[in-house]
């Protein structure tokens, strides 16, 4: 048989860059389509992708070793008697009936709690039916990757401007300043801000004029690249950022442009607010003197075109949300917000909260709408903090956890107090994983089930396009057809849902996907603002799910909906030529619907219809903010890092991407390394309040005097688990080390930079 060419876009991360790879299948005898084996030749970029034009990361290539790995999970897992047994798909939904059905039975729903990882993000199976698995479980103990992540942003950005992923992204291609803090994308591409190809968006800035600064406790690859690099204290941006909107309005250069007037509230609340943090007042605590800060802060407003992007740096420290706000407190004031060149809102082509609705106006943005058991923090986005999971597990009472459903995710490394929360999951009466390996987290579950390769699934960017820095849409088919008796990720989260719902291990995942779409289509034509609001349901039920549709079913027909009622879709005839998902198929490169355009009004989803600058819940972290200036300057903090080639944990079990000299070292500077003793390579003992680890020492002056660093992710020495790859360059858990306590009281996130250790020099 011939080659084959099967374009998608690459799940690994939020580039969202084209692949083209090259499929070579053979006969294994004669007989029927099922004897023939599958082989994965070559991946490359896909020159004629319309976002990413042939640029791939290292990453990307390696989905053929993820797709042939021998330790991914290809059986449901069941533990019996302490080990994991392969079982049939019909004795998994058996156990997970009797385990998930006992613990409803006599502890209630409340009792279930569930964790969704970040994977999830990059999935449309996991983006269309993980509301529907939390939604039939019932249960508000509801915890994910978000709170170790981005939700400071998402907080910030729906008080400011009314949902949660109505966030301002940099517009990079068109930009002339472009300041940066806590972000890396020479290493991780963009966050919260999608486009292939973040490096060479950067070089095209200097490359036509144009200037970058970097604002990062280490020398990262971007800040190597960068015009400007500020050592900051770590945890200290939202005080850095604060004395930049202090010192513009000082100057009089405040200034939210013409276009903005009209749609703004709260500009002088929050030049009195910030009056207390001077350039002076700063300079000690951040460790950036106070010219520097003036300066940056003026050449903002000067510029004829600028931006301020902050990401993950900015976000998982103590005053996260605090400093997201900032962040577009100072895009806003610099007369950088909704204009070409500066901080731009997306508009994605799938509909999305900042495109449904009424333009321009909204119920807004709440948190605190539930509070945890133990402890009584609130929720945010829907969700508790995971830093919390632990004790929510172990403490006795009624709502107390007994059992986890973990969709995609291994908190065990990812989440603060690691140990804590590996020790709570073994207390559990039940845990069943969503999981493609058995790994730190999924070792404690009763009952693993496999996803299949991403090679058998279908993909689009559901969540992430909500941030891209063009309007594009590419759809990917499945490269391969399901093996028999497999199930799809969606029917797989779909049954969970079924069987949570007390529907028994038989249940028909396709009765819950038809419920769901149903009640889909009811709610989108009750909504007065669509393109279809009152039209009949069963007519756009049968345009979605038809013959002449392709009889679709699951995700993709629910993508379908989506991408029709969006901005640039069909609206079922009402836009002839609008795009729909038979229209993206149609383009296997992808369709470009063109650059950041001006959004604000219709954008803004407030109750006031402005954008609210000063929130009263933000300003009333300021006190606390101003307190920090207090903080020991001599005290030794902890940041994290990442990798190019990494992606958080679960990508380590690839050779080719760990491979190499050992990644997993603690940075140190070298007047720390001879403060301490030690050489380069040399073990180091790390201690936090709650944990302690041993790492070989890095030295090198591309961190701050008395900061350290250790990348996320590692620890893979845990016995139960089977990734033999990961095993081998096990690393050290930096989350070993976090604290669960230390969490941004506005948004839960957690806090995993800024964490003060001691350092001793170890022996072997």
Known sequence: MADRIALRTCPLCEAGCGLEITVRESAREAGTRDSVEHTVVRIRGDMNDVFSKGYLCPKGSTLKQLHEDPDRLRQPMVKRNGTHVAVTWDEAWAEVDRGLGAVIATHGRESIGTYLGNPGAHNLSAMTFN?????????????????????????????????????????????????????????????????????????????????????????????????????????????????????????????????????????????????????????????????????????????????????????????????????????????????????????????????????????????????????????????????????????????????????????????????????????????????????????????????????????????????????????SAPVFELPPGVPDEWEILAKLAAIAQGLGADADPATVDEVTIRSLIESTVRDESCVIAGRNPDDIYESLSGPANGSLRGPDRILDLFLRIGPFGDGFGTTPGGVTLAELKRHPHGMDFGALIPRVPEVLRTPSGKIELAPPVLLSDLPRLEASLNQDPNAVLLVGRRHLRSNNSWMHNIRVLVKGKARCTLQIHPDDAARLGVKDGSPVRITSRVGMVVAPAEITEGIRPRVVSLPHGWGHDVPGTRQGIAHEFAGVNSNVLTDHEAIDPLSGNAVLNGIPVTLAAATV
Not at 164 to 182: H, I, Q, Y
Not at 259 to 279: C, Q
Not at 386 to 391: I, K, S
């Open 131 to 475: 509301r529907v698995l939390l939604t039939a479980i019932g249960s508000r103990q509801r915890f994910s990757a978000s709170s170790v992540d981005q939700v400071p942003k998402q907080v910030s950005a729906g008080f400011m401007f009314g949902t949660a992923v109505s966030v301002p992204v940099p517009d990079l291609d068109r930009t002339d300043l472009l300041l940066m803090l806590g972000a890396n994308p020479y290493a991780s591409n963009g966050s919260l801000a999608t486009a292939p190809d973040w490096p060479g968006r950067l070089e095209a800035i200097r490359e036509r004029g144009g200037r970058i600064i970097v604002v990062d406790p280490r020398l990262s690859r971007t800040a190597e690249s960068a015009d400007e690099w500020l050592a900051i204290r770590p945890g200290t941006d939202a005080l850095l950022l604060a004395a930049m909107v202090n010192a513009v309005f000082a100057a009089g250069r405040a200034s939210v442009g013409d276009h903005l007037v009209e749609h703004v509230n709260g500009l002088r609340e929050v030049e009195g607010a910030l009056g207390a943090f001077t350039p002076e007042a700063v300079e000690a605590a951040v460790g950036i003197d106070a010219a520097t800060i003036r300066r940056i802060a003026l050449e903002l407003c000067d510029a004829n075109r600028a931006a301020v992007y902050g990401r993950i740096g900015t976000c998982t420290v103590s005053f996260g949300t605090t400093a997201s706000w900032l962040v577009d407190v100072l895009n806003t004031v610099t007369g950088n917000l909704d204009v070409v060149g500066g901080a731009m809102f997306p508009l994605p082509v799938a509909a999305s909260p900042t495109t449904r609705g009424k333009p321009g106006i909204g119920k807004g943005f709440k948190t605190g709408r539930g509070k945890t058991r133990v402890r009584g923090f609130p929720e945010a986005l829907g969700e508790y903090p995971a830093a919390l999971m632990a004790e929510e597990i172990t403490t006795p009472g009624t709502g107390q956890i007994r059992a986890m459903v973990v969709v995609g995710g291994n908190p065990v490394l990812s989440t603060p107090n690691s140990g804590q929360l590996d020790d709570a999951l073994a207390s559990l009466d039940f845990m069943v994983s969503v999981d493609i390996y058995l790994n730190e987290t999924s070792r404690h579950a009763h009952v693993i089930l496999p996803a299949p390769s991403h090679l058998y699934r279908s993909h689009y960017d559901l969540a992430l396009l909500n941030f891209g820095l063009r309007s594009v849409a590419n759809y």
